[in-house]
């Protein structure tokens, strides 16, 4: 998995009502005991604390400091360093998860099969999986690049993955479809090589309040990102 920055976590931190909406496609199906791959510095550990444990797994020990700094003092959060892609974070499975969800991290991950296999382990028999990935490898560009993307999905990719690893897929969607415009215009004609804080401010701020009642009254065909909900099959 290639470095991000806590620089780059904390543009994010600000899309408050952006992180809200994609959380919200998935929180009926966030159990009690969650794993969080690639917690960052807890743009979304935040949204976990009705849970009664959140194991927050992640490769950076700079951002693991900042969430011990916020979550640290409350024993209903474990923090532990490492590569889920590693065969060492299977020892997670004592904290007998009933949920794992990983927000725009497997593309991070060279080994996808091997990071999905683990996470099956980790988690009890029948546990749910929450996945949002980018999609869409028609747009990957300079920015996928610079955040250390291995690659965007189609949802024919991603489907294929989640089987092959053990699970079974109960729901998949597009999310996002005005984003691939923005996506494109920076990655692939500017070739930027960061996000801008400016229009992820913007865009959380006038587009996403109405956008997420519009992609909820009539779902997009295609979309920025994909999101899905599986679960591990009971043998």
């Given at each position: ?23 919200d ?12 791959v ?14 009664e ?132 215009l ?10 801008s ?27 920025l990102?994909?999101?899905c ?7």
């Amino acid at each position: 998995m290639t470095d991000i920055t806590v620089s780059d976590l904390q543009i994010m931190s600000q899309a408050g009502h952006y992180r809200r909406w994609l959380f919200d496609q998935v929180a009926d199906h966030v159990g009690q005991r969650v794993l969080e791959v690639g917690a960052g510095i807890g743009n979304y550990t935040e949204l976990l604390t009705a849970a009664e444990r959140v194991v927050c797994l992640d490769i950076h020990g700079e951002a693991l400091d900042v969430l011990a700094q916020r979550f640290g003092g409350d024993p209903r959060f474990v923090l532990y360093r490492g590569d889920i892609a590693d065969a060492d974070c299977r020892t997670l499975v004592e904290h007998r998860c009933d949920s794992a969800i990983c927000f725009n991290v497997l593309e991070h991950v060279g080994d996808q099969m091997a990071a999905l296999a683990n996470i099956a382990h980790i988690l009890v028999p029948g546990g749910r999986l929450l996945l949002i990935v980018p999609a869409l490898p028609g747009i990957f560009g300079t920015v996928d690049r610079a955040l250390g993307h291995y690659r965007r999905y189609t949802a024919r990719s991603l489907r294929s993955a989640v089987v092959a690893a053990g699970y079974a897929i109960d729901r998949m969607k597009w999310l996002n479809f005005p984003g691939i415009f923005g996506w494109y215009l920076n990655n692939r004609l500017l070739k930027r090589t960061e996000e801008s804080p400016g229009q992820i401010h913007f865009y959380d701020r006038f587009i996403v309040p109405w956008l997420r009642y519009v992609e909820r009254v009539l779902p997009p065909p295609v979309g920025l990102s994909l999101i899905c909900s599986c679960r591990t099959i009971i043998s």
